[in-house]
C-alpha cells in the first residue's frame, strides 16, 4: 500500500489509521493498547498513548504482540522507528518496582540500576524516598506509596507494586449462589469469574464492564475472596441501596451488616456503603467525614464508577495502598486528564470486555444507536451566530426545535419504557410539561427518586425526564428506549454511561434504541461526533438521519 506514515507522533501521542474489512477483529486487536480517535467511514483513527502501553503491559500483554497487531491491521507500512519506540514505551513499565524487604520494609528496588540514579535525583521525589540500601535499592516510607507512584508515572517510569496488602479485619462473606431466602439458583457469568481472578491476582486495580453486565456481582465475590471488612463507595444514595438489596439477595451477608453511610445516615458496620457526595463535603473548611477511611480496619476498597472519583477521594487513595482497591466502571475515560491517577493510585486496568462480546453472549442487549440531526429556524439560528462563544452549546443544545422530534421518536416506540436525558434542568422542564412527564434531577428527593424508578419498573410510567443523575448507578432493566437533547458537552463517558441505562437484557430479547437528538450547524454536531468515539470503539455504529424523516410533513411548530 502506498500513502502514510499511518503513524503521526506528537506530544508522546501516536495516531495509528486503521482501514481493514473485519472491523470487529481489528478493534478487538487493537482496543487493549489504543483508544479510538475518530472513525470516518471505514478508516479509523486510533490513539496510542504511553498509559494505553502501559496499562496493556499491566494487564499481561507484551510489546511483541502490539507490534504484531499495529503491522497485521494498519492502513500503511509501520515505520520500524515508531514501531521500535512503543516496545521501548511499554518496556518502562515495571523496571522500577515497590516492594516489601524482610529487613528494610517498603523498597523501591530497579530492575536496571541507571533508571533508579535517574529518578532518585528528581526534585519530583524529594521528601518520597529514605536512605540507600545497595545499588538497586532505597528505603521508601508507607505513606509515600501512593504519592510515588504518581510521581515516577509522571516521570515516565511507572513502578510495579509488587509490595503487598494487608488482610484488614476479617469478616465472612459467601456468595449465595444456591439462592436465599427462596430465591433461584444463579452463578457467575464466565466474564465475571474472569476479572474477579484478574483483579485478585493483581491485587488491586479496574474492572471494565459494560452497563448492564452486573458490576455488582463482581465487587459481591470480590469481597467474598477478601472475606474482610469492605467500604464500598458510591455515586449517590439510591446507588448505595441498590448495592445493599443486591449484596443481601446474593452473598450471605443481612441487612444489620451493612450499613449506610450518607446525607441521611452515618452507620459504621463490617461493609460499609458511603456516597462520594459526603465524604467530599467541607465543614469550615475541613473534609470532616474523610475519617471514614480509617474507622475500622478495612480489607477492601470498591470505587463504583471509578471514572467519577472525586479529587479528595483521589488524595486519601493515595494513603489506602495496602489495602486492596477494586475499581469498577464501564469506561476509564476521564475528559480531566486524571487517567493516570486512577492508574496510580486504585491500580492499572486488570479486566476489560468488549461491549460486543458481552452482547453477542446475550448478557446484554442489541442495541442500535442513531443521531438525529435537526434544522435550527432562521430566528434559533441567528441568536445562534450572534451568541458569546460560551454560550454557544447551551443555545443549540436547548433549541425547542427538539421538542416535536422527541415526542416523535416516542411515537415511534409505544409502550416501550423510555428516558428523555439531558443536563440542562429548563430544558428538562419545558420536556416534561410538553410530554406530560416526571422529572428526575438532583433536587428530586431520594424518596421521590425511588417512587418514581419504582413506577417506571412497573410500567405505572412509561416515560421519565431525567437530568445528569440518570447517568450512573440507576438499575431500570425495563428501560428500551433513550432519548438524549443534551450532554456535558463532549463528554465520551457520559453517551456510555446513558447508552449503558438501556442494555440490560428484555425478557423477549428485543432490541435497545439510543437516541441523540443533535442540532446541525452548530457546536453540537462536534460535541456529539466526539461524545460518540467510545462506544463506536466497542463496535456501536451511529447512523444519522434528518429530523423530517422522523417528523413526517408538516413539520411541527412550538409556540
Same mark, same amino acid.
Given at each position: 500500500?502506498?500513502? =502514510?506514515? *499511518?503513524?503521526?507522533?506528537? @506530544?508522546?501521542?501516536?495516531? /495509528?489509521?486503521?482501514?481493514?474489512? &473485519?472491523?470487529?477483529?481489528?478493534?478487538?486487536?487493537?482496543?487493549?493498547?489504543?483508544e479510538l480517535e475518530r472513525s470516518p467511514e471505514h478508516v479509523h483513527t486510533y490513539r496510542l498513548t504511553p498509559l494505553g502501553l502501559w496499562n496493556a503491559r499491566a494487564a499481561g500483554h507484551d510489546a511483541e504482540g502490539?507490534?504484531?497487531?499495529?503491522?497485521?491491521?494498519?492502513?500503511?507500512?509501520?515505520?520500524?522507528?515508531?514501531?521500535?519506540?512503543?516496545?521501548?514505551?511499554?518496556?518502562?513499565? =515495571?523496571? *522500577?518496582?515497590?516492594?516489601? @524487604?524482610?529487613?528494610?520494609? /517498603?523498597?523501591?528496588?530497579?530492575? &536496571?540500576?541507571?533508571v533508579l540514579v535517574e529518578v532518585a535525583k528528581s526534585k519530583k521525589l524529594a521528601g518520597m524516598l529514605g536512605n540507600r540500601i545497595d545499588d538497586d535499592t532505597i528505603a521508601v516510607h508507607p505513606s509515600e506509596r501512593g504519592r510515588l507512584k504518581q510521581a515516577l508515572l509522571k516521570l515516565g517510569w511507572p513502578a510495579e507494586d509488587l509490595a503487598g496488602y494487608v488482610d484488614g479485619e476479617a469478616h465472612p462473606i459467601e456468595l449465595a449462589e444456591a439462592g436465599k431466602d427462596g430465591g433461584k439458583p444463579w452463578t457467575l457469568r464466565s466474564y465475571q469469574r474472569e476479572a474477579v481472578e484478574a483483579f485478585w491476582a493483581g491485587g488491586s486495580g479496574v474492572v471494565v464492564l459494560p452497563c448492564?453486565?452486573?458490576?455488582?456481582l463482581v465487587g459481591a465475590a470480590a469481597m467474598a475472596e477478601a472475606k474482610a471488612t469492605t467500604l464500598i463507595l458510591v455515586t449517590n444514595?439510591?446507588?448505595?441501596?441498590?448495592?445493599?438489596?443486591?449484596?443481601?439477595?446474593?452473598?450471605?451477608?443481612?441487612?444489620?451488616?451493612?450499613?449506610?453511610?450518607?446525607?441521611?445516615?452515618?452507620?459504621?458496620?463490617?461493609?460499609?456503603?458511603?456516597?462520594?457526595?459526603?465524604?467530599?463535603?467541607?465543614?469550615?473548611?475541613?473534609?470532616?467525614?474523610l475519617?471514614?477511611?480509617?474507622?475500622?480496619?478495612?480489607?477492601?476498597?470498591?470505587?463504583?464508577?471509578?471514572?467519577?472519583?472525586?479529587?479528595?477521594?483521589?488524595?486519601?487513595?493515595?494513603d489506602l495502598q495496602a489495602r486492596r482497591r477494586l475499581g469498577l466502571t464501564a469506561t476509564l475515560v476521564r475528559e480531566d486528564g486524571r487517567e493516570g491517577d486512577v492508574f496510580s493510585l486504585i491500580g492499572p486496568k486488570r479486566y476489560d470486555a468488549p461491549w460486543k462480546d458481552i452482547e453477542s453472549q446475550g448478557w446484554?442487549?442489541?442495541?442500535?444507536?442513531?443521531?438525529?440531526?435537526?434544522t435550527l429556524t432562521d430566528a434559533e439560528r441567528m441568536a445562534y451566530a450572534t451568541a458569546e462563544a460560551e454560550e454557544r452549546y447551551r443555545m443549540a443544545a436547548t433549541a425547542r426545535t427538539k421538542l416535536p422530534v422527541v415526542r416523535a421518536l416516542l411515537?415511534?416506540?409505544?409502550?416501550?419504557?423510555?428516558?428523555?436525558?439531558?443536563?440542562?434542568?429548563?430544558?428538562?422542564?419545558?420536556?416534561?410539561?410538553?410530554?406530560?412527564?416526571?422529572?428526575?434531577?438532583?433536587?428530586?428527593?431520594?424518596?421521590?427518586?425511588?417512587?418514581?424508578?419504582?413506577?417506571?419498573?412497573?410500567?405505572e410510567i412509561r416515560t421519565l425526564v431525567i437530568s445528569k443523575v440518570g447517568n450512573f448507578s440507576i438499575d431500570l432493566p425495563e428501560a428500551a428506549v433513550a432519548i438524549q437533547v443534551s450532554g456535558t458537552f463532549g463528554s465520551r463517558q457520559e453517551e456510555a454511561q446513558r447508552l449503558g441505562r438501556?442494555?440490560?437484557?428484555?425478557?423477549?430479547?428485543?432490541?435497545?434504541?439510543?437516541?441523540?437528538?443533535?442540532?446541525?450547524?452548530?457546536?453540537?454536531?462536534?460535541?456529539?461526533?466526539?461524545?460518540?468515539r467510545f462506544l463506536a470503539e466497542q463496535g456501536y455504529a451511529y447512523t444519522i438521519v434528518d429530523a423530517d424523516d422522523v417528523l413526517g410533513p408538516p413539520l411541527p411548530t412550538v409556540d
Open positions: 500500500m502506498s500513502g =502514510g506514515p *499511518l503513524i503521526v507522533q506528537s @506530544d508522546k501521542t501516536l495516531l /495509528l489509521e486503521i482501514d481493514h474489512p &473485519d472491523a470487529q477483529s481489528c478493534r478487538m486487536a487493537i482496543a487493549p493498547f489504543a502490539v507490534v504484531d497487531a499495529l503491522i497485521k491491521y494498519s492502513r500503511y507500512p509501520v515505520p520500524h522507528a515508531l514501531l521500535v519506540d512503543v516496545a521501548e514505551t511499554m518496556d518502562r513499565y =515495571g523496571r *522500577l518496582q515497590l516492594a516489601n @524487604d524482610p529487613a528494610h520494609g /517498603l523498597v523501591l528496588r530497579a530492575l &536496571d540500576r541507571v448492564g453486565a452486573g458490576k455488582t444514595t439510591v446507588a448505595g441501596r441498590q448495592w445493599k438489596r443486591e449484596l443481601i439477595a446474593r452473598t450471605s451477608l443481612t441487612e444489620e451488616e451493612i450499613g449506610e453511610y450518607s446525607g441521611e445516615r452515618k452507620e459504621i458496620r463490617p461493609v460499609t456503603i458511603a456516597t462520594y457526595q459526603v465524604l467530599t463535603s467541607r465543614r469550615g473548611g475541613a473534609f470532616t467525614h475519617d471514614l477511611f480509617g474507622a475500622r480496619d478495612w480489607g477492601l476498597v470498591v470505587y463504583d464508577e471509578v471514572h467519577l472519583l472525586p479529587a479528595p477521594i483521589f488524595r486519601f487513595t493515595a446484554i442487549a442489541p442495541a442500535e444507536c442513531v443521531e438525529v440531526r435537526v411515537d415511534r416506540h409505544p409502550g416501550e419504557q423510555t428516558l428523555v436525558i439531558g443536563a440542562y434542568i429548563d430544558q428538562l422542564h419545558q420536556l416534561g410539561e410538553y410530554l406530560d412527564a416526571p422529572i428526575v434531577q438532583g433536587s428530586t428527593t431520594n424518596k421521590e427518586r425511588e417512587r418514581l424508578f419504582d413506577a417506571f419498573r412497573t410500567g438501556v442494555l440490560r437484557p428484555k425478557a423477549d430479547g428485543r432490541q435497545a434504541h439510543f437516541y441523540s437528538v443533535v442540532s446541525r450547524d452548530t457546536i453540537d454536531t462536534e460535541y456529539a461526533a466526539h461524545r460518540q
